[in-house]
């Protein structure tokens, strides 16, 4: 661990021994030109609110839920010092503690992001509620390449013609909740995005986490276009567990969207078909009690998405969304209560 600490630190002061005035944005916290003048520091509040309405015809039941009721504050205390934020205060019914972290943009290009947050890896997962195009996210999204933790992540953006960003970091690895845990091991993440021509990204993801004694390796390769008035994507992650503990895990995710554009009430509606998989899959935590090894957490399954989104606005502002995703399960897999055929019917409004 020591010597994955000091190479992060010679990258750090490799950046910082190049110091230049600076701009820089992401995640909404960003540094212009009256920021740098001190004419604004002024802190901005955002939030998501995200309710929605199931109906599972299997089970001829439904349920009403707020998926999402997120709060943000943002903000700069110096010209190269930003700060977030963020509680989500019904996320499934439970308050939860999201993002608490500061940035410093040392250098042109540069930031480094110290405190919890959501680590850099894979496209759908660093996704934030009012960014998603399905009321529900992703297999890649939701448990193959979820996670959320706390450490410290260096950002760089190249200096050339093609853009080029690079994120990496170190992390606990237990989670949210459970920060007061001393670590011999230490587990990583990074992520490279190259945009190749306009509206164009390849983005390439590795990391590694232990959250117990089993450590799993992932690595994830997507991309999107975004032309015209379509947006296509398509990812594929690859997991791997220490010591052949438990089988490999491969997962998939690819939709597209179309936009058509409205002159009355909606600014537009969207038209969107999503084909996504997992194979089985262990949360590395969860071991049988006779023979101690790893179970099954997540089963094989297969799923086709198909909705239609009505927009007030151009961005994701107020979405109105009619989602039906079928599931296809293997012989031997269980579903689980949730993962099951279902219309879903959702609002969502970010402020």
Known sequence: MKREILLLSIVLLTFVANAQNSTGSEDGIKIDKEKLEGKDYLPEIHGTIRSKYEYQPTMGAGRFEVRNARLSIIGNILPIVAYKAEIDLSDEGQIKMLDAYARLFPTKGVTVTAGQM??????DAHRSPHQ????????????VGNVRDVGLTLGYTLP??????????????TGLTNQKVWH????????????????????????????EEIRMQSYDIGAYYAFSRFHIEGEYLYKQYSNHTFGDVHAVNTFINYDLPLRRIFNKVS?????????????????????????IT??????????????????FRTDLRLNYEKYFYAKNSIAKESEQDKIVLELMIRF
Do not use: C, H, W
């Open 160 to 173: 050339t013609d093609m853009p080029i960003t690079i994120e990496g970091g170190l992390y606990n690895g």
């Open 298 to 315: 997540d089963y094989k399954r297969q799923r086709l998405t198909g909705g239609i989104t009505f927009s007030l606005s151009k961005a």
């Open 271 to 295: 038209f969107l078909l999503r084909y996504d998989m997992m194979t089985n899959q262990s949360d590395a935590k969860t071991t049988d009690s006779e023979t101690g090894e790893l179970v």
């Open 118 to 123: 959501r680590v850099p890896f894979t496209i």
């Open 184 to 211: 011999k091991e230490v587990n990583y993440s990074a992520k490279a995005q190259f945009f190749l021509i306009k509206g164009m990204n390849l983005t390439l993801s590795v990391q590694s986490i232990q959250p």
């Open 132 to 143: 998603q195009y399905f009321a529900n996210r992703s297999f890649i999204a939701k448990q």
